[in-house]
């Protein structure tokens, strides 16, 4: 008996699955390869979505209609977990309907706890400390602009947050080169680190840094996202302060090596984290990232659905 698999970080994939994840995703997006209308056929995904979101809600939404499946959107809201029922019993019950699980909340713990709870897939929409999704659509705008990702020179400058957390994992797991510059306090976390080296399948380097130039220096790819996340609105004054020598502006770009790319999770603040003139430069590759949300989405499900045997 196949047991299901989940996508709550990136160290739930092994690098070979990432690279046919990234591989079936191009396919995909191109029209090459298998059929992909029917991967989904009779299958339901349950999608709750906790805090915002315009990318990550809409891209699986339509991913799920290109697989031929059946979305079902619910807010935290209106779920009796709203009012007190165990994640465990909802993924019990969630999993006696439905072929999957897409979720977006705050605590990591939940989507671990629904995930233990049910026998379905779970997939991790973007927690407090995780964004996998995204960082596997980062993979394919990174592999798609320089066919390769091994060795490839990624600078992360901003906050060390979901994010970073999950670019970290995943730089791990294909052999990229990244350097994080972050102020003073805001650094990833060195549990996320550690868990990185653990989970190690390529060579590559991770170091961190409080000074942006350093991290930019001779990069491939400059990335940033949002100096405060969601729920951390109250810090947004203090953050501006502590955060305002790491702009991704032209003087950093500058640093780069001459051919470097731009890169943000979006939605992104103009004149805070990332200038408006670097955000909607030619070098600006953010709308590939997040187009490539979709594509690298819809091969995820399809990878998870037919590995937990839930298409048989
Ligand atoms: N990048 C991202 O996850 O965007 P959304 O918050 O709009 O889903
Ligand atoms: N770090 C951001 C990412 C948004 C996609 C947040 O958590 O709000």
């Known amino acids: 008996m196949r047991t299901k698999r989940d996508f709550l970080n990136m160290t739930d994939l092994k690098t070979e699955e990432i690279f046919g994840i990234l591989s079936r995703a ?52 209106e779920l009796q977990m709203g009012r007190g029922e165990t994640t465990e019993d909802t993924a019990k019950v969630l999993s006696r309907y439905v072929d999957a699980i897409v979720i977006r909340t705050n605590q990591h713990s939940e989507v671990v706890d629904l995930a233990t709870g049910g026998d379905i897939p779970v997939i991790n929409a973007l927690t407090d400390n995780f964004h996998p999704c995204q960082a596997l659509a980062d993979l394919l705008t990174i592999y798609e602009k320089r066919s390769k990702l091994s060795g490839v020179r990624l600078a992360y400058v901003g ?12 730089a791990a797991k294909v052999g990229l080169d990244l350097r994080v510059a972050c102020p003073t306090g805001y650094e990833p976390k060195a549990d996320v680190l550690k868990l990185a080296e653990a989970h190690r399948e390529r060579p590559g380097s991770i170091s961190i840094t409080n000074d942006p130039a350093e991290a930019a220096a001779e990069a491939d790819f400059i990335y940033t996202d949002v100096w405060t996340s969601m729920g951390q609105d109250a810090e947004s004054e203090e953050r501006r302060r502590k955060f305002a020598g790491f702009q991704v502006n032209a003087a950093l770009v500058a640093k780069a090596k001459k051919n470097v790319q731009i890169m943000h999770c979006l939605p992104a ?15 600006s590759i953010v709308f590939d990232q997040a187009e490539n949300r979709l594509h690298a989405q819809a091969a995820l499900l399809a990878f998870l659905i037919e590995e937990s045997g839930s298409n048989d």
């Open 159 to 170: 906050d060390g947050n979901n994010v970073c957390h999950s670019l970290i994992l995943a």
């Open 269 to 283: 603040h103009r004149g805070e984290e990332i200038s408006a003139e670097v955000m909607d430069s030619p070098r």
């Open 26 to 77: 191009g396919d995909y997006k191109t029209g090459r390869g298998a059929d992909q209308s029917a991967v989904l056929r009779h299958k339901t995904v349950a999608m709750i979505f906790k805090k915002p979101s315009t990318r990550t809600r809409v891209s699986f939404d339509v991913a799920i209609a290109k697989l031929g499946g059946h979305s079902l959107a619910l807010s935290g809201a």
